[in-house]
Every structure is written in structure tokens, then in C-alpha cells.
T-cell receptor, first 112, second 114 residues
Framework: AQSVTQPDIHITVSEGASLELRCNYSYGATPYLFWYVQSPGQGLQLLLKYFSGDTLVQGIKGFEAEFKRSQSSFNLRKPSVHWSDAAEYFCAVGGGDYKLSFGAGTTVTVRA | DVKVTQSSRYLVKRTGEKVFLECVQDMDHENMFWYRQDPGLGLRLIYFSYDVKMKEKGDIPEGYSVSREKKERFSLILESASTNQTSMYLC????WGQGSTEAFFGQGTRLTVV
């Protein structure tokens, strides 16, 4: 069975500082990996996705993520956060059977 | 611009009522999904559909049913609402081979059962 673990429930970061959100997955084959962001009261928006190829993936809003097969990880990073990055972030894993499995989410608070 | 539209942003229903949550997508996607979102639990899949009139149970189907009579519309039905079904409900759609493509989400329906 596929599953996702996001170890950090809540992260607080200063504006302008770097951000890293952790994601570990469990999947029997080559996974398809996604990061979504949810602003308060909104639906989920895709930040980036990994299917194959280059293990460093660039996304929208200045985010990037690195796929590390040996560690079963897909961590999300941003070099310098903005106040508008305050949101909840979800990592998800999928395969060929229609199903996306989501982690529990990490809430990011940005302080001035 | 791609769009998944959920009919209500907020709903308040009484225990025992039959509740319909409607979702429409305009992207001609084969796959449609209903998720439930609860704090600390992330998104959990209730049901999904990969074609008209086809449906598959997700991880937490108990107490729910679905209907897909047209490709663009996917309805979630709570036959007899209970307070433990108070939650945020998210609809999503994607192309064939969903695992390889992104899912597009609606704005969500926050359902309160009293």
C-alpha cells in the first residue's frame, strides 16, 4: 500500500529565510510525487510534480523539490520565503491505479 | 482556465438528513474524486470514478455513496448524515492514468452536521 509521511505538523519561519518541508513516501514501484499548497479557505493548488528524469524539480512560486530514491524522500524547498507562502502544504504519491495518497500536511507560518 | 466547481462552500445539515454534494468539471477529465479533509489527517479518499457510471471505493467509503451519470458531474451522497461526517469535502478531477498527471481541485465544501 502506498503512503506518505510528513513529519512536521507545523513550521514557523522568518520572512526571507529558507524553508524545507520534509516528505517520505512508501510505494512499491517508481512513484509519481506531488506537492500541493492550500491557502486558507481555498482548494489545493499544484506546486510541482515528479514523474521521471531529473531528480531536482522546479515548480511555481520559486519552490523546488528533490527526489531521493535511496531515502524515499521528496523534500520541498524555497530559498527565501515571502509572507504569502503561509499556507498548508501537502505531499502526495501516486501510481498507475488512479489513486493519490496524501500526507497529513505541514502548516507554515511566516513571521515578519 | 481549468475549473472544478463545487456547488456549495458551506452547508449546515441536521443529523439524519440526506445530503448531496455536487461537483462539476469543465476539462473533459475521465477521473473524478471525492476526498475528505480533517485536521491532522490530511486528505482521505472516499470514492473515485474513472468513467461515467463507474465507481470505486476509496479508503473511507462507509456512510457515503456516489453518482456519476454524466462525465462532467460527480455527486457525493450522505444517505443519513451524522455528526462525525462534519468535515471539509474536496472534489478533484484528472486525466486518464491519474497517477501520472495532476489532480485539479475544487474550492471545497465545509459541511457541518448538527
Amino acid at each position: 500500500a502506498q503512503s506518505v509521511t510528513q513529519p512536521d505538523i507545523h513550521i514557523t519561519v522568518s520572512e526571507g529565510a529558507s524553508l524545507e518541508l520534509r516528505c517520505n513516501y512508501s510505494y512499491g514501484a517508481t512513484p509519481y510525487l506531488f506537492w500541493y499548497v492550500q491557502s486558507p479557505g481555498q482548494g489545493l493548488q499544484l506546486l510541482l510534480k515528479y514523474f521521471s528524469g531529473d531528480t531536482l524539480v522546479q515548480g511555481i512560486k520559486g519552490f523546488e523539490a528533490e527526489f531521493k530514491r535511496s531515502q524515499s524522500s521528496f523534500n520541498l524547498r524555497k530559498p527565501s520565503v515571502h509572507w504569502s507562502d503561509a499556507a498548508e502544504y501537502f505531499c502526495a504519491v501516486g501510481g498507475g491505479d488512479y489513486k493519490l495518497s496524501f500526507g497529513a500536511g505541514t502548516t507554515v507560518t511566516v513571521r515578519a | 482556465d481549468v475549473k472544478v466547481t463545487q456547488s456549495s462552500r458551506y452547508l449546515v445539515k441536521r443529523t439524519g438528513e440526506k445530503v448531496f454534494l455536487e461537483c462539476v468539471q469543465d476539462m473533459d477529465h475521465e477521473n473524478m474524486f471525492w476526498y475528505r479533509q480533517d485536521p491532522g489527517l490530511g486528505l482521505r479518499l472516499i470514492y473515485f470514478s474513472y468513467d461515467v457510471k463507474m465507481k470505486e471505493k476509496g479508503d473511507i467509503p462507509e456512510g457515503y455513496s456516489v453518482s456519476r451519470e454524466k462525465k462532467e458531474r460527480f455527486s457525493l451522497i450522505l444517505e443519513s448524515a451524522s455528526t462525525n461526517q462534519t468535515s471539509m469535502y474536496l472534489c478533484a478531477s484528472s486525466l486518464w492514468g491519474q497517477g501520472s498527471t495532476e489532480a485539479f481541485f475544487g474550492q471545497g465544501t465545509r459541511l457541518t452536521v448538527v
